[in-house]
């Protein structure tokens, strides 16, 4: 098994020019703070998305870093720009979600009540509609004063409507609310004379967010799209992305993963060993992901004593052929996955434990 992508030099990459802040791929940290560390064609994507003004579309097995990978940038994104940090803001598809439901959500019943209680407060709040509008994770990233990054996380569970329906907002950075009839980009401008503190709900569009001041001054957010490829996506859609998929890591990169999320841990290179050759069971419905690795080590790390691990992975690894630069694969004398603690982190259906042997 030689891989020979890694065998060859890397060729040199053209460095970027000035302007606008670029992520790099040193100094990654994901949503619990370890390090994340990237393939740089990722990061090359990511900064053509950013130039381009176009979301970035991130496919992979489920657990292979996709969702991680937008904290990460969002990290990044609020180290190289001045000001306050802004947490990386998220939209969960589900598979009745409508475009309007990652742009804002208009409460009518609470608008109906407040018009029908005896508290004249709420009666007068009621005449105005913005009391009742909440923007969501996508309505707040367009509306930002300065670039944030948003993840739209798994649209492929959406109806296959929304990804179409997101088209204008998403190209223009305006959106329209109709329980308001005005546009998302419009203002309430105060009166002269008329302290703005006392107007009604304060607006979060505007002229003070520069969306009507011209292409050059508009602040589009950093849009990471993920999807599992549960199915196709429409082609309007994917014309207007920047697309990358996640390949599996190899096993020396995976190492280093591993690495970064359990220091110190003497047992590394064996848990990788096997876990490859436990992914490489042809039959399995549900091969383990990364993020399944990383909780296996993690229980590993907390439950046992470390030296009976590292006795105990050392002897099951024996039954395993290969080295970390080209990858594993099973030697004749099957590896015992009985003996192997911790396995139902990583395998989770009965009919995968049965098949090596552990029912």
């Known amino acids: 098994m030689t ?10 990459q053209p460095g970027y020019r000035k302007g606008q802040p670029r992520i790099s791929v040193a100094g990654l940290k994901g949503r619990d703070n370890f390090d994340y560390l990237p393939d740089p064609r990722l990061i090359a994507a990511l900064n053509a998305a950013i130039v381009l003004e176009r979301p970035l579309l ?6 292979c870093g996709k969702t991680d990978f937008a904290w990460a940038v969002a990290g990044a994104l609020n180290a190289l720009l001045p000001g306050e940090d802004c947490p990386l803001l998220e939209c969960h598809v589900r598979s009745d979600s409508r475009a309007s439901d990652l742009l804002y959500r208009y409460d009518a019943l609470h608008r109906f009540g407040d018009a029908h209680s005896q508290d004249p407060e ?6 105005d509609p913005r009391w009742y509008v909440k923007l969501a994770a996508l309505g707040e990233a367009l509306t930002a004063p300065r670039q944030v990054v948003v993840l739209i996380d798994e649209i492929d569970k959406a109806p296959r409507d929304l990804p179409n329906d997101l088209l204008r907002e ?10 308001l009839q005005v546009s998302g980009t419009e203002t309430d401008k105060p009166k002269p004379g008329v302290d703005p503190d006392n107007l009604s709900p304060k607006t979060r569009w ?13 602040i589009k957010p950093i849009v990471i799209i993920t999807s599992n490829v549960e199915r196709q996506l429409p082609d309007p859609f994917l014309r207007r992305c920047i697309f990358f998929n996640i390949t599996f890591p190899k096993p020396e990169r995976l190492t280093a993963i591993v690495r970064a999320h359990a220091d110190g841990v003497p047992y590394i290179e064996h848990a990788v060993k096997l876990f490859f050759a436990l992914r490489g069971e042809t039959q399995l419905t549900k091969r383990p992901a990364t993020s399944e690795l990383l909780d296996w080590v993690n229980a590993l790390q907390k439950m046992y004593r470390q030296e009976d691990v590292e006795t105990l992975l050392r002897a099951l690894a024996g039954a395993v052929k290969g080295n970390l630069r080209d990858g594993f694969e099973l030697d004749s004398e099957k590896a015992r996955w009985r003996e192997l603690p911790g396995i139902h982190c990583l395998l989770k259906t009965r009919e995968d434990l049965a098949r090596v042997g552990c029912d």
């Not at 991130?58 to 657990?63: A, K, V």
């Not at 998403?170 to 329980?179: C, H, K, Q, S």
């Open 3 to 12: 891989n020979t992508a890694q065998s060859r030099p890397d060729r040199p």
């Open 58 to 63: 991130l496919t992979g097995e489920p657990g």
């Open 122 to 127: 709420a009666v007068q709040r009621s005449k």
């Open 170 to 179: 998403i190209d223009r950075g305006v959106f329209e609310i109709p329980e």
């Open 206 to 218: 505007g002229h003070d967010y520069q969306f009507e001041m011209g292409p050059d001054n508009r």
